[in-house]
């Protein structure tokens, strides 16, 4: 059996925006990486279910079992605050793993009544190259017959890359076999990559504004952060500490970028501490 109960909810455009819950007390909205679905959160859900937390995991927009939302900035962070409000559970602590620290700190800043404090985790907040521009490839996916072309191509070129995406990620941690081959199954399908490529297109349009406007939080903010991350190197947490002086930082001596797999504890007892 799994960690979460399956839920969703009906957004005003019609889409769907759907989660995992499990647990009851004080909310905790988990949002994932990219690529990435609820279950990067199950470790840690699982832990501060047992200790009187409500979590909810969300497919972010386009991933997972959610509908893809218009490319504009703050849709997805609506649609997270739409979520907290039909949950009646009052304000969320929100954690964000990766790029969805990117997002949560955009929900913290557009809907701070919302928002009891922020948890980032291994945050993606700068572009490991800042002359990155954002990919034609969505708009290449509106043309229907092009669709269809890449629809088979994208899936078929993109399984090797995606898992050496994963072993980055995972490293220097050993990773099984089998939850490499589970996530880049998941991974390279071709809703995936699609969502893939749209979240990072909306990242590289607005992160700058994201970076600047951490420095207008009130709300508490904790960071967890791996000592051996490959993936978001140094840059982002730089840029944390600059923004919010009073962040409470924890670096995980050994630990690479998958911190919510390979120090589930570690994140649920940082999360559960801080919200004491």
Same mark, same amino acid.
């Given at each position: 059996m799994g960690v979460f109960i399956e839920g969703s909810i009906t957004l005003p455009g019609r889409e769907i925006l759907a989660f995992g819950e499990c647990g009851k007390g004080t909310p905790v909205l988990m949002l994932h990486g990219n690529p990435g679905d609820r279950n990067d959160w199950a470790g840690p859900a699982k832990l501060l279910a047992e200790r009187g937390f409500r979590c909810l995991s969300v497919d972010r927009p386009g991933h997972g079992m959610s509908s893809p939302l218009p490319a504009e900035p703050g849709r997805a962070a609506d649609a997270y605050a739409e979520l907290l409000r039909s949950s009646g559970g009052g304000k969320a602590i929100v954690a964000g793993y990766s790029m969805g620290a990117h997002f949560a700190l955009d929900l913290a800043q557009?809907?701070?009544?919302?928002?009891?404090?922020?948890?980032?985790?291994?945050?993606?907040?700068?572009?490991?190259?800042?002359?990155?521009?954002?990919?034609?490839?969505?708009?290449? !996916? @509106?043309?229907?017959?092009?669709? /269809?072309?890449?629809?088979? $191509? =994208?899936?078929?070129?993109?399984? *090797?890359?995606?898992?050496?995406? !994963? @072993?980055?990620?995972?490293?220097? /941690?050993?990773?099984?076999? $089998? =939850?490499?081959?589970?996530?880049? *199954?998941?991974?390279?399908?071709?809703?995936?990559?699609?969502?893939?490529?749209?979240?990072?297109?909306?990242f590289l349009d607005t992160y700058r504004k994201v970076v600047e406007g951490m420095a207008t939080l009130t709300c508490p903010v904790l960071m967890i952060t791996g000592a051996e991350d490959a993936i978001s190197g140094t840059a982002s947490a730089e840029a944390v500490g600059k923004a919010i002086p009073g962040v409470l930082s924890h670096v995980v001596d050994g630990g690479g970028h998958a911190l919510p797999w390979t120090h589930a504890s570690l994140v649920a007892d940082r999360i559960a501490g801080r919200s004491a």
């Open positions: 557009r809907h701070r009544d919302l928002v009891s404090g922020v948890c980032l985790v291994a945050p993606y907040l700068m572009p490991r190259d800042e002359n990155e521009r954002p990919s034609g490839l969505p708009g290449l !996916l @509106e043309i229907p017959v092009l669709r /269809a072309i890449l629809g088979l $191509a =994208l899936p078929m070129f993109a399984g *090797g890359k995606i898992r050496l995406h !994963l @072993e980055t990620t995972f490293r220097p /941690a050993a990773v099984a076999t $089998a =939850l490499v081959d589970d996530l880049a *199954g998941r991974f390279s399908t071709f809703a995936s990559l699609e969502a893939m490529f749209r979240d990072k297109n909306i």
